[in-house]
Every structure is written in structure tokens, then in C-alpha cells.
């Protein structure tokens, strides 16, 4: 059998006009260039602390990061046909109401462009399968701190025009009251109603406390964080959407999860026991109303997860909670989880997801074929 | 084939000493009688709210939790052999030092005592086999707050002398500043020594603030402490376990984790990619040691998972994580998620679990019978 497509759906970049914004920027986030090495970028307040010289403050920040072309190097040296490039945390969060709709609309355009001339260069006919040739393809950034919901309405409209958009990424935060914030209403109508994938990420973690307090969380580098709260940021946004309501007022919103879900897949068991025991809901006699589509059926019908979930057992929970192999997506989460050993090409993080998807479905060749790129070619209509 | 012997390894009881204890408290957590009704249990200081009338404060505590013959016949309406009874949380972690070693040791013995009576009265030779009688074992309390680490210690090897004591029930906290603690070495060397099963539960949750705050927490009611925050404590506090090395300096503990895990088998790819790209950790280059042992193989050598999840997805990624089915062991969480609706024998938060362990293992009755009581049997040595 031949090789199949792969299509990386989790895998971002900071185009050049973005990070001059964040040069330009002395508050997190910014970047900053030391007198000799790479910039850095401090993107959390906690990473933001006056006892690091700020040369050394926050994570080096280097090409990966805004240089198509070595992404397109990763792809080529990782088997992937195509990307579905997303800006990468924290989007346009932090924006000035003012400045946020020409910042959103400057960078959906730069990466709109990015794609096409990128495309155009592989093929110019666009004649030619994705397989075998390096194609990119967008998620677009919104405007969510513009000073009306319309404006982030406008841009989802004129996404549309943009022939390689496929989606838009977001956070947690909403308009900064997470996402049942009810005054979301319109953007989720406006994502409804063009049908554009919303690919939800994490970018906030958890309050230190939640670790043990700041001290704890720095003991262990940024495993507690990334590795735990990244996780059960994204869980909990979801089931705040589901809580409110939002699958039942808005039953064709389509959601893609960043890292399998978080951990929505294992807990949906529980989430829906405790929705099932709770007094509060007015099925139960309760004075508010509960959810009124269980979670196993939103789990099949508003949501895809990708695969970045670095084994068998996560894997499994994905699948079996989705109802089958076809919500599932390959991703890298590329440009993060470089190999230590900058020697190295063949990135591990990537490795352990191409290997847990072989083990996960064994011997079942439609099965991979659909996660690693069949299923985002249709779910994205990637041609 | 016959019916497989069913052992619930997830089941909590307030002995009457417990309960009064907490009814001659006056902060958290407290047992407070009002002038009618049900006696009402003030176990987090989130319920100690002062703008609710004291009466309806907490939530109601009824004879579930206390009164042995209860849960006894919630056995026998749900097929449950045999029971291993804990203390419910918060345990004694709240206890006074000077008060701690004595409370303990007066709750072990009540709990032994009402194994001893309980099974003698069912089987006075201890000769019959335990399936078709109501028999009952249990996990032992231990005096964290003690003012000195060797009172817990002793109390570990005094347990030994308690034949119905099959391991320790704890939370998360250790004695005030989590597993991680140094502190704790020679209790993890007691419960080596002794191999007592720890089985590790939660309590404490996540603060507010992980949710969008007190507001967003309250507003649907207890489900997204219980969903989200509960099984999160559960995986943080393994994980401070794991990477202060724990596991690498006591290869021998037996860990029961509440939940099957927390989210533990969903994330755990995810821990150890994060680990192996943390520069902070020696192997890297960093600057302080990183667990030696892998948390797949700590899966599969120290931890054992109950099999309380509601859900497919997340027994199939218990047993993808455990490497097999024999570490899965089946609970309820009784007296906890009763039926709302008063009438209703059958509690729907025990056939959700039980229904799950069938659709897990269609049609393989040897792994049923294993998760539903063989493993307990043989791992706990009931007999």
C-alpha cells in the first residue's frame, strides 16, 4: 500500500508581522534581544520575573518560530504533505480594543498570502494531489478584545474571502470572561453559519496554587504547567461551553481540541454523572437549565480532536469517546518540544505520535490513513 | 458460566465516632443538627458560607455514611460481595497534632471492629468462600497531623495487627505541603515494608480561580470541582510524586489511585514528553535530577486504578496505560452520587460503571471477572 497523506493540524507560527508587534512590546507579552543569542519571548506574566536578567528572561524564540521555510523543512524531514498553519499562543488576547481588528486583519492576511504564494510555488495550477508536495493551509487569529462583538463577527465573514483559511484559533478566554460568556452568542452564530472550524487552545494553564504554589511549580521546570494545566485549561473551557449550553443553542458549531481533548475524552465519563447528580438542574428539579444533549453526543457531532496526545492510552480514550476514527487528526504542535540535542532532525515529540498512532490501530491501514491526513483533507476540505 | 465475585474497593463510611467528632466541631468541616431535617455535613470551607442559613449549609449527611446496615443492603441491591470501607474525606487531615495519633487509632479500631463483627455474624469459621455473603475489609486512616512523622509510622505497623486493614486511605496533602515532601520518606518506607496499599484520593479540588472564579464555580453547582477539579488534584499529586522521584527511591509502593487515575492513563504521554523535554532534569543537562523510571513502567509496577470513570474511553485508556487488565479494580464511591430522585434503588452511578466494564470487555469474561473482584481478591488478599 502506498504511503498515505499526512496533514498536520496542530502546528503554528508567528508570522514576521506579529512578531514585530511583540518587539515593539516592553509588557508581556514581548519579545527581547539580548546583546549576543537568540530573542526571547515572555509570554506569561510568571515567566516575566525581575530576579532573571532579562537576557535570560523566558524561552529563546528562534527561527522555527517565524520562518516558513524552516517549517517546511520539518515537514519534509517529517513525512508531512500538508499544514494547516495557526498563530501560536497567545494570539491577540492581550490587545488594546482599539488596535485589534487591523492586528487581526494584518495577520490573516499575512498568513493567507503565506500559504498562497507557498502553494503556488509547489503547484501553480493547483492541479496536483497534496500528497508529496509541501502545502500550507490557515487557521486565521480573531479580534476578540475589539471593542464590539460585530467586529469579530466582520472578520469571520471576511474570512471566507480568503481561499486558505480554514478555521480560526482561539483561547480560553473569550472576550475575557471564558467561553459561556453568553455575549460569545454572535461569534458562535458566525462561526455556525460559515461553517469555519474553531481550533480551541490552551494558552492560560492553571493558577500556580493549583500546583502547590509558584515555588512547587518552578521546582519542576515546565512540566506541571504544560503538562497538567495546558490539559485542564482547554477540559475546562469545554465544559463551560457545554454547561451554558452553547451545544444546544448552537448544535452545528464544529470545535477541534488542541491535545486530544485535554483530558475531555477520560473525564466525559464523569462530567456526565455529575451533570446527571446535580440538584442545580432543572430537569432535576433544579433552578437553572442543565445541558440537554449528553456529552457522548457532542463528543460525536461538534467535536474533533487531534492526536498530539503522545501514547496508546490517550489514544484509545480519543477514539472511543468520538465514536470511531473519523474526529481523530495528526498533529505535531511544531514549533514547541524540539529535541534538546539541537543535533538532532527527527523530532521525538513528533516520533511518539506517529508511533502511538501504528500501535493504537494496529494493523488497521484506513484507520491510520484517516487519522495521519484522510480525515482532515475532508473534515477541512483541503484541495 | 457462574457470577463473578464483585469486590467495591471505592466505598467511604463515617464510623459513629467520626461523626462525632465532627458534630462537636464549629469549623470545617463540621456536622451541624438543624431544628428539622437531616443533619447537615460543612466539609469545605466554600460550603461554610455565611450568606446561607446555617441550616441549609453543607449538604445533608444521612445514615448512608454512618450506619454499617445501609451500606450493606446498598451491597446487596447491587450485587457487591464484598466491600473495602475507607473514611471519607477530609479524613483526619484537619486534626490538631496533639489530637491525631488518638483519633486514629480510635477510627482504625472502630473500622476493624466492624469488619470483625460484620463477618463473623456471615461466616463464623471464616471458612466460607466470599462470594454470595456480604463481607467487609478496610483501608486504614493515618494521623498526618501527628507532631512527629514516627507516630504515623507506628500507627502503619500497628495496622499490621488489625487482620481486616488491607492498606491506608489518603489525600493529597501528605502533612501540609504534598506528596512531594521529603518529610514523608519514612512513611512511603513504612508502607513498603508493610506493603499496605496507599489508595490516594482527593479532596481539596482546584482553587476557584482554575474555573473563572468563585462565580463561574457556583454557577453549576458541585460539577466542576467533582468533574474537573477532583480528578485533577488526584493526577497532580502523583505526578509531584513522580517527578520529586518517589518512585525511584521507593520502587516498591503500591499506589491505589481514586478515579481510575484522575486523568492520569489520558495524560501521562503527555507528563512523560514533557519530562523528557524538560532542560531542568540532569539526563538533559539540567540542574536537578528527573525521575529515573519511566511513568509507563511506574503504571505497570506501582500504581493500581479503580475502575470508577462512567465510560469506556476512560477504562479503555486505564488499561492501555496499566499494560493489561489486572491492576483495574471496580468501586462505587458509595455513599457518594445517590440517586436524586429518592425512591430509586438502583443507583445509576454504579450501573454506569458496571455497564461500562461489559462494554470494555465484550465478551471476555475472564477480564470482567478479574476488574470486577479478582484482582481485588488477589491483590488485597481477601479472604
Redesign the interface.
Known amino acids: 500500500m502506498s504511503r498515505p497523506l499526512v496533514v498536520d493540524v496542530h502546528t503554528h507560527v508567528y508570522p514576521p508581522s506579529y512578531m514585530a508587534m511583540l518587539r515593539a512590546r516592553k509588557t508581556v507579552p514581548y519579545i527581547h534581544d539580548p546583546a549576543s543569542g537568540e530573542p526571547r519571548l515572555i509570554i506569561l506574566s510568571s515567566d516575566d520575573d525581575p530576579s532573571i536578567p532579562i537576557d535570560e528572561r523566558g524561552r529563546p524564540v528562534d527561527t522555527s518560530y517565524s520562518d516558513i521555510n524552516v517549517k517546511l523543512t520539518f515537514m519534509q524531514q517529517h513525512g508531512i504533505d500538508c499544514s494547516v498553519i495557526s498563530l501560536a499562543n497567545p494570539w491577540l488576547d492581550f490587545l488594546e480594543p482599539a488596535e485589534a481588528q487591523q492586528w487581526a486583519e494584518r495577520i490573516n492576511n499575512d498568513l493567507e498570502e503565506t500559504c498562497a504564494k507557498n502553494n503556488k510555488s509547489t503547484d501553480p495550477d493547483s492541479a496536483l494531489p497534496l500528497q508529496g508536495r509541501s502545502t500550507l493551509f490557515a487557521f486565521a487569529t480573531l479580534p476578540l478584545s475589539a471593542p464590539s462583538v460585530d467586529i469579530i463577527v466582520n472578520e469571520i465573514k471576511r474570512l471566507k474571502t480568503l481561499p486558505h483559511i480554514r478555521g480560526v484559533i482561539m483561547g480560553t478566554s473569550g472576550l475575557g ?2 467561553l ?1 460568556d453568553e455575549q460569545l452568542g454572535p461569534v458562535w452564530a458566525a462561526l455556525e453559519e460559515t461553517q469555519f472550524l474553531l481550533f480551541l487552545h490552551p494558552h492560560y494553564g ?2 500556580d ?4 504554589g509558584a515555588e ?1 511549580t518552578k ?6 504547567p ?3 494545566g495546558f ?2 485549561e482547554t ?2 473551557a469545554v ?2 461551553m457545554l ?1 451554558s449550553r452553547v451545544f444546544d443553542k448552537f448544535p452545528r458549531l464544529q470545535i477541534l481540541l488542541a ?2 481533548g485535554g ?1 475531555l ?17 432543572v430537569e ?3 433552578d ?1 437549565p442543565g445541558p440537554q444533549r449528553s456529552i ?1 453526543e457532542i463528543l460525536k457531532t461538534n467535536i474533533f480532536l487531534d492526536a498530539v ?6 489514544l ?3 477514539v ?2 468520538g465514536g470511531g476514527t473519523d474526529r481523530l487528526m495528526f498533529g505535531t504542535d511544531h514549533p514547541f ?2 529535541p ?1 540535542n539541537e543535533g538532532e532532525k527527527e523530532w ?2 513528533v516520533t ?1 505520535n506517529y508511533k ?1 498512532i501504528d500501535a493504537t490501530f494496529e494493523g488497521e491501514q484506513d484507520a491510520v490513513a484517516a487519522v495521519l491526513g484522510g480525515n482532515a483533507a475532508r473534515i477541512l476540505k483541503l484541495e
Open positions: 470572561n471564558g459561556d492553571l493558577p496554587e493549583a500546583f502547590g512547587v521546582r519542576y521546570g515546565h512540566v506541571l504544560l503538562a497538567l490539559p485542564l477540559t475546562i465544559t463551560r454547561l491535545h486530544s483530558t475524552p477520560f473525564l466525559a465519563g464523569r462530567i456526565e454523572s455529575c451533570i446527571m447528580h446535580e440538584r442545580k438542574f432535576n428539579g433544579g437553572v457522548w496526545v503522545y501514547g496508546t492510552a490517550g484509545k480514550a480519543a472511543a469517546a518540544f524540539p534538546l521525538i515529540s511518539t502511538a
